[in-house]
């Protein structure tokens, strides 16, 4: 039954579209000129390395490139040069975004049974990711050198320097890192990994180990000295092929013509508006940047702010819409180099609106499906299965340049593979398996040289006078989504830190049933959600975000208390973030 006083209560806050205020809810900053660099990333020693480079008088770009490299080296089953990746860079010279896709893509002799047995029928999602059928062409390393050729003020070469020393002198093995060796991964990794991740007697090696690795080294050092050709051309190229094509469960069918042809793409970015603000990210094959704004923009009309982030119909609201965000991804987002995508149709304001009016603050929808938007050709959504290998980070130069990337190999350890002392990425599983239903080709089908579809979400924010107010992204899967929406959502419309925005606990809601982050306020919040009419179960999430935003004229960084991640500015010591003790466990 629902609870009629708070329903009541709900319905008292809420204020007509008219009334709305579209005032923003910050007080409008002037650029700042010469305010020192600031980076944000996952771990302390990528931080570092980022906060070197800009010390060293490198860019944004620079020192993003430079904390993917030493990323690689202390999150190897999260991202690295065996991955792929997106940037979002606002270029201050020329007050403009950019995108750079670094998505990874299939192989030329892929089809859409490509995750299909020998009995004819689709792999689950745990048989496709183990072995070379999923690994795509490595995109990482083209992502790192466009941006680098677009934006870079150092020698190439420099950027490699903090990730080769922690390659060759070693890195210790970390709380964080250890949960991940010390999960059950059954017959994943084998060989040269084991070694380098266990003991003798098969136990994970314990927190503070200090692990070397001299083949990635030497692969740096390569790339390092030649550039990206060192990588996508010669021995590297031919080991890579080799690897996964003589993988002994699902061997591929890729070429070295492959690897050779992969290219980088500055694609368009996906901007909209919220409350005043502008806000930009990845467009398609990300269907990140499309559904944060949907998320968003469905909830424009409601008074977010006169709810606050302690009411639970606030987060109900948010719940429905994700759910019809998600449900459009899932239908119509793919590579659009290979499939029509709708952006303009699934941004556009009359389509925004007949979504948001199928939100009520009283209750839920009874079915979740996908819209009809203009230019849309009839599709059914197959969502694909879970990643966790994934990674973000932010950096902001003197001249005010940023950059934001999420960077991933998709599960943890990706396909478990390795060659040269990298992993290789799973991340052709984030196709849907099922290619068709109903007679019709899902959007995220499988297809030879296609990219497929992601959830990153890296996201620059603007001020209405033009100036950046916060970049921000996440890692955690499908889940991104809902995360860099929810920051923004407590950012813009409740005021709050993007510290504390990050750290605010998740309602995640990609379908009908919802879940309420474990041991935070969201749990807090079920009983209320119920009665509103939620479906909702309890449970950790696997959650993890940087940001760096403009406060008072000067950078301020913010990272997951979830995470290991710190901020830092290329001045100053790291800044570790406070974890409060109903979080602080350990997260994907």
Same mark, same amino acid.
């Given at each position: 039954m629902l609870n009629k006083p708070l329903l009541a209560l709900a319905a008292a806050s809420l204020l007509p579209a008219s009334l709305v205020p579209a005032a923003p809810a910050f007080a409008r900053q002037a650029a700042v000129k010469a305010e020192p660099g600031m980076v944000s990333a996952a771990d302390p020693r990528a931080t570092a390395a980022g906060a070197e480079i800009l010390r060293a008088g490198g860019s944004a770009a620079d020192a993003a490139v430079a904390i993917m490299l030493a990323l690689a080296v202390v999150e190897p089953g999260h991202s690295g040069m065996g991955g792929g990746g997106f940037l979002v860079f +606002?270029?201050?010279? +020329?007050?403009?975004?950019?995108?750079?896709?670094?998505?990874?893509?299939?192989?030329?002799?892929?089809?859409? +049974?490509?995750?299909?047995?020998?009995?004819g029928q689709p792999m689950t999602h745990a048989e496709a990711v183990p072995g070379g059928r999923s690994v795509g062409v490595p995109g990482a390393l083209r992502l790192m050198a466009l941006a680098h050729a677009k934006y870079g003020k150092l020698p190439w070469a420099r950027?490699?320097?903090?990730?080769?020393?922690?390659?060759?002198?070693?890195?210790?093995?970390s709380p964080r890192f250890y949960n991940f060796i010390a999960r059950p991964m059954p017959g994943l990794l084998n060989g040269w990994p084991i070694q380098y991740l266990y003991t003798a007697?098969?136990?994970?090696?314990? /927190?503070?180990?200090?692990?070397?690795?001299?083949?990635?080294?030497?692969?740096?050092?390569?790339?390092?000295?030649k550039g990206p050709e060192a990588f996508y051309s010669g021995a590297?190229?031919?080991?890579?092929?080799?690897? /996964?094509?003589?993988?002994?469960?699902?061997?591929?069918?890729?070429?070295?013509?492959d690897i050779a042809a992969y290219r980088a793409k500055e694609r368009p970015p996906v901007c909209g508006t919220y409350r005043g603000y502008r806000i930009c990210g990845m467009g398609p094959p990300s269907g990140g940047g499309v559904a944060v704004l949907q998320i968003l923009k469905q909830l424009e009309r409601f008074d977010m702010a006169a709810l606050g982030k302690d009411n639970p119909v606030a987060w109900h609201l948010f719940a429905e819409s994700s759910r019809l965000a998600y449900a459009d991804r899932d239908a119509y987002l793919g590579d659009p180099d290979h499939v029509q995508v709708p952006v303009a149709g699934l941004l556009a304001p009359d389509y925004i609106a007949g979504r948001s009016a199928l939100i009520s603050e009283t209750g839920s929808m009874a079915t979740i499906a996908a819209g009809k938007p203009a230019g849309a050709p009839p599709r059914v959504a197959v969502?694909?299965?879970?990643?966790?290998?994934?990674?973000?980070?932010?950096?902001?130069?003197?001249a005010g340049n940023v950059a934001e990337v999420t960077?991933?190999?998709?599960?943890?350890?990706?396909?478990?593979?390795?060659?040269?002392?990298?992993?290789?990425?799973?991340?052709?599983?984030?196709?849907?398996?099922?290619?068709?239903?109903?007679?019709?080709?899902?959007?995220?089908?499988?297809?030879?040289?296609k990219r497929p579809r992601s959830s990153m979400?890296?996201?620059?924010?603007?001020?209405?006078?033009?100036?950046?107010?916060?970049?921000?992204?996440?890692?955690?899967?499908?889940?991104?989504?809902?995360?860099?929406?929810?920051?923004?959502?407590?950012?813009?419309?409740?005021h709050m830190s993007a510290q504390d925005a990050i750290g605010m606990g998740l309602i995640f809601s990609p379908g009908q049933t919802a879940v309420?982050?474990?041991?935070?306020?969201?749990?807090?919040? /079920?009983?209320?959600?119920?009665?509103?009419?939620?479906?909702?179960?309890?449970?950790?999430?696997?959650?993890?975000?940087?940001?760096?935003?403009?406060?008072?004229? +000067?950078?301020?960084?913010?990272?997951?208390?979830?995470?290991?991640?710190?901020?830092?500015?290329?001045?100053g010591a790291p800044v570790v973030p406070r974890k409060a003790a109903a979080i602080d466990r350990p997260f994907d």
């Open positions: +606002h270029d201050a010279a +020329h007050n403009r975004t950019i995108t750079i896709d670094g998505r990874e893509a299939a192989p030329k002799a892929a089809d859409p +049974h490509w995750f299909y047995g020998p009995d950027l490699f320097d903090p990730a080769i020393r922690l390659a060759t002198d070693g890195w210790a093995i007697d098969g136990t994970p090696k314990p /927190v503070g180990t200090i692990l070397k690795n001299p083949e990635q080294a030497a692969l740096m050092k390569q790339i390092a000295a590297v190229a031919k080991s890579i092929v080799e690897t /996964v094509d003589g993988a002994p469960h699902n061997p591929s069918k890729m070429t070295e013509a969502t694909p299965g879970p990643e966790h290998g994934t990674t973000d980070l932010v950096a902001v130069d003197r960077n991933t190999i998709e599960s943890v350890f990706g396909s478990g593979l390795t060659t040269n002392g990298i992993f290789l990425n799973n991340q052709l599983t984030d196709f849907d398996i099922v290619p068709d239903r109903n007679g019709y080709l899902a959007a995220n089908s499988v297809a030879g040289g979400s890296p996201t620059i924010v603007y001020n209405p006078d033009g100036s950046v107010r916060i970049a921000i992204g996440a890692a955690g899967g499908s889940t991104i989504i809902a995360q860099v929406a929810k920051a923004l959502m407590g950012v813009i419309d409740w309420a982050e474990k041991a935070t306020q969201a749990e807090l919040m /079920v009983p209320a959600l119920q009665a509103l009419g939620e479906k909702i179960v309890v449970a950790p999430l696997g959650l993890k975000a940087n940001a760096i935003e403009m406060v008072g004229g +000067h950078w301020v960084g913010a990272a997951d208390p979830r995470s290991e991640g710190v901020s830092q500015s290329e001045t």
